[in-house]
């Protein structure tokens, strides 16, 4: 089966298309044939590092994918051969990650994708869904507290304050002045200025401060000042810096430790398919031109994520 593969961190031949095998599923596993597979930040990452870590050179990234169940190994019962299905992979296995024909995931990682939603526009949702739900769980913000996000027109911040809002949490959220209405739609009920303002507009929107922070654009010490004394920040991409003063809590936010939690993914298609979060898609290519989408990726500015369909 063809996969997008890897081999170096610049040139026109750093990605191309391969061939590589796939295994049948075993018990508990679904093996999916994935029709469209979407390229996150974290695919840059490890496109411009070559893998890090242990993985080498040619491999495999993608973290989001949907297409339709191949097979299901014994005990998966929850999705059939044949389902529209949705799945987020981990793409630092040795099997590598969501950009191929054919990928073998466990079955918690797998759901079915509602009839409302297109393949292309369901494989944009799982990585980045679980990364906001995440993110609101680790801030643990009751009914009625007010969040501040950054990065509030990027695709995780969109999803993000939908979340948030169904949380039953007060949404401020930061935008250029050309994404400022687009942000709002997003359900936002302050949206403030980014950058160098953020601190101040925050604090005049919640006197004393938000009680929380979603982090999604890892500017960490620089929007500490926007939150109360004994607040939380949870930041997504982790935290490297010192410990914080004025009782300040911090939380890294990891979706590894959500890519099996199922009923998030069922409640992120439900939402997704009721249209309380907007799927955005940037661009579609053939895995022949995957280089083209994570260039376009990579050069930022996109409302969305492009796409890579088989």
């Known amino acids: 089966m063809r996969a997008v593969m890897i081999h170096k961190a610049d040139g026109a031949d750093a990605i191309t298309v391969g061939e590589r095998t796939v295994r049948r599923p075993g018990p508990g596993e679904v093996l999916l044939r994935v029709r469209a597979a979407a390229v996150n ?7 411009r590092t070559l893998g890090g870590g242990s993985v080498r050179p040619p491999f495999t990234a993608g973290m989001d994918a949907a297409g339709v169940a191949e097979a299901v190994g014994p005990g998966v019962d929850h999705i059939a051969a044949g389902q529209r299905a949705m799945a987020v992979v981990f793409p630092r296995r040795p099997e590598g990650g969501a950009q191929a024909e054919l990928v073998v995931v466990p079955a918690a990682s797998v759901v079915p994708i509602p009839e409302a939603l297109d393949s292309v526009a369901a494989s944009t949702l ?11 769980h680790a801030l643990g913000l009751p009914p009625g507290a007010t969040l501040a996000i950054t990065g509030g027109a990027g695709l995780l911040a969109s999803y993000a304050i939908p979340l948030a809002k169904q949380a039953g949490l007060r949404v401020i959220a930061d935008a250029a002045p050309h994404d400022a209405d687009l942000v709002a739609s997003f359900g936002a009920d302050v949206v403030v200025p980014r950058g ?3 601190n101040q507009a925050v604090r ?49 936010v990891s979706v590894g430790n959500a890519l099996q939690n199922t009923d998030w993914l069922r409640q992120l298609a439900d939402h997704a398919a009721a249209g309380r979060i907007r799927l ?15 260039l376009r990726m990579e050069a930022g500015g996109l409302r969305g994520r492009t796409v890579i369909a088989f």
């Open 204 to 252: 005049q929107a919640a006197p004393g401060g938000a009680d929380g922070l979603l982090d999604t654009a890892a500017l960490t010490e620089a929007v500490v000042p926007a939150i109360r004394d004994r607040g939380v920040i949870a930041v997504v991409r982790g935290w490297n810096g010192p410990g914080l003063e004025r009782g300040i809590q911090v939380s890294r």
């Open 280 to 294: 955005r898609v940037a661009g579609v290519h053939a895995p022949e031109a995957a280089l083209e989408g994570y």
């Open 41 to 47: 930040p974290a695919d840059i990452v490890m496109w």
């Open 126 to 136: 799982p990585m980045n869904g679980l990364t906001a739900l995440e993110g609101l």
């Open 196 to 198: 160098d303002g953020f």
